[in-house]
């Protein structure tokens, strides 16, 4: 409101705090759920590069189909991912009774020994911890430092673990005791607080060159059905994915390397997606392989991946067929993986160098790490499946391994869906996520023209931005984009019911699948 000036002097106007600055939206971080041997189980955990994911859970792994794909990855291109470790109780047993156990005294195997440390998670991991107890630097200075009457009651701890490929990983805790007097210092509180490889478990009574070895570790069974969906509501398998603020890909590998993600598992997981503003990437089912093999690849069916409802199938892909690449852990043996890992890095290199409105696919997605196709399909059987939304993946003398198919599972010609291609949807959910984080600040703000107004600019500055880089098509930014905040879309009964509402239109660019050119021929003239 302009101010009215009527006496000389100094006047006073407050005004209203500008919207802040706009916060940036990640498009390419990628969700992994299964099976590792080592590391917190049903907790999500943020890891920027492979090192992260060896140093906490182990490396590749045999039984863990995610540790190749999360290999794959950041191999692919990906720069960061959140990793969730799922473990099911072999038949007997419970979690915490698969947690390796470490007595120390100067019998470590003693019934009786006065300490006793757990391995931080499940795993037969554990049984390759060790530990010692020393009193090197404690005197009764240091004690008088740290507030301590007693210096025999304080000693130094050192705990290591050698991973199966040699490496050491040690930690070492100083001056710490078993006295409950002194709680800053006292041992069960520092390895809860600064311990990555053990636990406090019980005992009362400790003394220098005590020592003890891991052991009683299980691994985990073969996944369930059950372990992978978990509960919504303890936020454990798939849910324990809601203790992370968001993600944008998420990848469920096949619990078995050569086996298949269970159907309802992908369901559930497309289901949760669309909660999340994410897209599942899903590994083609095993039987796709064999009915190539016996020449009746027109018997794939998307069928064969469950009963996906319309937004669940936008927000999901699938790519054929599987990947062959060299396995470490056999000698460099060529064998036959999942592809959601090297897919979903494609995805997010793809992201960094075009945006998420390019669509990951074509001579430039060549994908890393791969030794070749199990199958290699010809232009016609390519023909078959890309009508029915399944990506190929081909292998061209020029280019290498690539991906060939830009397509979510509502990419069926036959459906005609708006959301029919991977860049189109993952576009809508990169608007969608972006406005619901930058219009926070308009809650509880007075519901009139002023915030109306100030909306409009914000999000219309944000369109034309995408206009200006190419996500939009349109020759100018009114045949690209709209945006609408006004009394046409918020009326009395909105304003009386505290709601403000925004209209965002956008053209969006969609592939060039099929590039057809019309050539004519005209004869010479003498």
Same mark, same amino acid.
């Given at each position: &409101? ?9 006047? *006073? ?24 041997? &080592?590391?917190?189980?049903? $907790? ?50 419970? &979690? ?15 019934? +009786?020994?006065? @300490? ?9 991991? #554990? ?9 090197? #630097? ?19 701890? $050192? ?15 100083a001056n710490v005791t078993l006295d409950p007097a002194y709680p800053a210092l006292l041992l069960r509180h520092v ?31 073969? @996944? ?15 849910? !324990? ?38 897209? @599942?990437?899903?590994?083609?089912? $095993?039987?796709?392989?064999? %009915?190539? !093999? ?19 199938? /936008? ?17 460099? =043996? ?14 997010? =290199?793809?992201?960094?160098?075009? #945006?998420?409105?390019? !669509? ?7 994908? +890393? ?5 199990? *199958? ?9 499946? +890309? ?19 830009? /397509? ?9 869906? %708006? ?33 109306? !107004?100030?909306?409009?600019?914000? *999000?219309?500055?944000? &369109? ?5 880089q190419g996500a939009l098509f349109g020759s100018a930014s009114n045949q690209a984009w709209f945006v609408t905040c006004?009394?046409? $879309?918020?009326? @009395?009964?909105?304003?009386?019911? #505290? ?25 010479? =003239?003498?």
């Amino acid at each position: &409101m302009a101010l009215t000036v009527s006496y000389p002097g100094v006047y *006073v106007q407050e005004i209203g705090a500008p919207p802040p600055p706009d916060a940036g939206v990640t498009t390419s971080l990628a969700a992994f759920v299964g099976r590792a041997p &080592m590391g917190p189980v049903d $907790t999500p955990v943020t890891l920027n590069s492979w090192g992260d994911y060896h140093r906490v859970f182990g490396g590749l792994d045999g039984d863990s189909s995610m540790s190749y794909q999360v290999n794959a990855f950041f191999e692919n291109g990906g720069s960061q991912a959140v990793c969730v470790r799922l473990f099911e109780p072999p038949a007997g047993g419970d &979690m915490d009774g698969c947690c390796a156990t470490m007595p120390l005294g100067p019998d470590a195997a003693g019934e +009786n020994a006065p @300490l006793v440390l757990a391995a931080a998670s499940p795993g037969s991991w #554990g049984d390759r911890l060790s530990a010692t107890v020393d009193a090197t #630097g404690v005197t009764e200075e240091t004690a008088r430092g740290l507030g301590v009457s007693d210096p025999a009651s304080l000693f130094n701890l $050192t705990v290591a673990y050698e991973a199966p490929n040699g490496a050491v990983r040690s930690e070492r805790f100083a001056n710490v005791t078993l006295d409950p007097a002194y709680p800053a210092l006292l041992l069960r509180h520092v390895l809860a607080e600064q311990s990555q490889l053990v636990t406090w478990s019980s005992g009362g009574a400790v003394a220098a060159g005590a020592s003890g070895q891991g052991q009683g570790g299980r691994d985990s069974a073969p @996944l369930s059905i059950g372990a992978w969906l978990g509960d919504p509501v303890r936020k454990t398998g798939l849910y !324990a994915l809601d203790q992370t603020p968001g993600f944008n890909i998420l990848c469920i590998p096949p619990d078995d390397i050569d086996g298949d993600t269970p159907p309802v598992v992908y369901q559930a997981a497309a289901e949760y997606c669309v909660t999340r503003n994410a897209m @599942l990437i899903i590994d083609p089912p $095993t039987r796709w392989q064999a %009915d190539y !093999a016996r020449g009746e690849l027109q018997a794939v069916s998307m069928a064969d991946l469950g009963a996906f409802g319309v937004e669940a199938g /936008r927000s999901s892909a699938v790519y054929f067929p599987r990947v062959q690449a060299a396995d470490p852990l056999r000698n460099g =043996q060529v064998r036959t993986f999942p592809n959601s890992g090297y897919t979903a890095g494609l995805w997010a =290199q793809t992201d960094v160098q075009s #945006g998420v409105w390019k !669509a990951p696919a074509g001579l430039s997605a060549a994908l +890393n790490g791969v030794a070749g196709l199990p *199958v290699v399909l010809t232009d016609a059987e390519n023909g078959l499946l +890309n009508p029915l939304g399944v990506n190929c993946l081909r292998t061209f003398p020029i280019g290498g391994t690539v991906i060939w198919g830009a /397509r979510t599972l509502r990419g069926a010609d036959v459906l005609g869906d %708006d959301y029919a291609y991977i860049p189109v949807r993952r576009l809508m959910l990169y608007l969608t996520e972006w406005t619901l984080q930058n219009t926070k600040w308009a809650a509880f703000q007075p519901n009139d023209e002023a915030l109306w !107004a100030a909306l409009r600019s914000q *999000v219309s500055s944000f &369109m034309n931005d995408l206009w200006r880089q190419g996500a939009l098509f349109g020759s100018a930014s009114n045949q690209a984009w709209f945006v609408t905040c006004d009394a046409t $879309t918020t009326s @009395l009964a909105d304003i009386e019911a #505290g709601r403000v509402n925004i209209q965002i239109g956008f053209a969006p660019v969609r592939p060039a699948e099929f590039v057809i050119l019309n050539l004519q021929q005209t004869a010479g =003239q003498g």
